[in-house]
């Protein structure tokens, strides 16, 4: 069951990622968050209303909380960096938010066995492999570098948070739903900020209504992949968990050559090779 819902967390957050990184090319980033995260507020809450989820109210919320305060910065600063760069190379190197969790369940007393240690490195190998060395030279490939490094310490935190928000299914559409209005409103309060300073809220043909499905599809498919995340951590080790989350830029890559034709080197297939092995083995393991 880890596996299973850990590989559908890379798949749902592989392919937000990829709609996320193609929205912020042609708006702001800090809006297609805000606009994205409230429509999934919307949705969330509709659903903890029919599912009487506010009776799971507790302390365990305040790591939702939390999670919603450093979310917001993490995607913002992903967004800018798949905006800045090529996604098969921003994505791959975020994966080192995998360390935060891995280093929880480690604290924690988890001990993975042989293979699955073998796994651990083949996978994290493979997938950074799978964007390609493309780390020197002019100062916007630098910045593009230490936003996805801010994305990726957002992430790991969030990955380490999310899973301890909840222990029940009504639980967690409630923690999901509080880590969204959260993101919401600490975004809602950057982009308030941005716009006194002259920066830029919309677009300069207005608000993107026509880009509003697409937003409505990486603000859901972010906030199942946390859901998928949450109940893989629950039912097996969180270093398993966290690393077949991780092959989520795999699934960016893939979609970006299929459908904006950027080229994979020998070296990320051979990359994305090793991930399909690493997980094979943290499966089987």
Not at 14 to 30: I, V
Not at 137 to 154: F, H, N, P, S
Not at 250 to 267: D, I, P, Q, W, Y
């Amino acid at each position: 069951m880890t596996a299973f819902f850990a590989l559908a967390t890379s798949l749902l957050w592989g392919l937000a990622d990829f709609g996320g990184g193609l929205l912020t090319r042609r708006n702001p980033a800090l809006t297609v968050v805000v606009v994205s995260q409230a429509i999934a507020a919307a949705v969330l809450g509709a659903i903890v209303v029919a599912t009487g989820g506010w009776s799971e109210a507790g302390p365990r919320l305040w790591f939702a909380f939390a999670a919603g305060l450093v979310g917001p910065v993490a995607m913002l600063s992903f967004y800018k960096a798949l905006a800045l760069g090529p996604m098969g190379v921003v994505s791959p190197l975020a994966t080192l938010s995998v360390a935060v969790p891995i280093g929880v369940g480690l604290v924690l007393g988890e001990r993975p066995g042989l293979l699955q240690v073998a796994g651990i490195a083949v996978a994290v190998t493979g997938v950074m492999l799978a964007g390609g060395p493309q780390m020197g030279g002019a100062a916007v490939q630098r910045r593009t570098i230490w936003l996805t490094l801010v994305a990726a310490l957002g992430f790991g935190t969030v990955f380490a948070l999310i899973a301890e928000a909840s222990t029940t299914v009504t639980g967690l559409f409630l923690a999901l739903f509080v880590q969204r209005v959260t993101n919401v409103a600490t975004g809602g309060a950057a982009l308030y900020l941005s716009a006194r300073r002259g920066g830029a809220v919309l677009p300069e043909a207005g608000f993107p209504w026509g880009a509003l499905p697409a937003l409505a599809f990486v603000g859901l498919a972010d906030v199942a992949a946390n859901g998928t995340y949450s109940v893989a951590a629950q039912h097996g080790p969180v270093t398993v968990a966290a690393v077949l989350a991780s092959l989520y830029p795999v699934v960016t890559a893939l979609a970006a050559r299929g459908f904006l034709s950027e080229r994979l080197r020998a070296v990320q297939a051979a990359g994305a090779g090793l991930a399909l092995v690493g997980t094979l083995l943290l499966a089987t393991g």
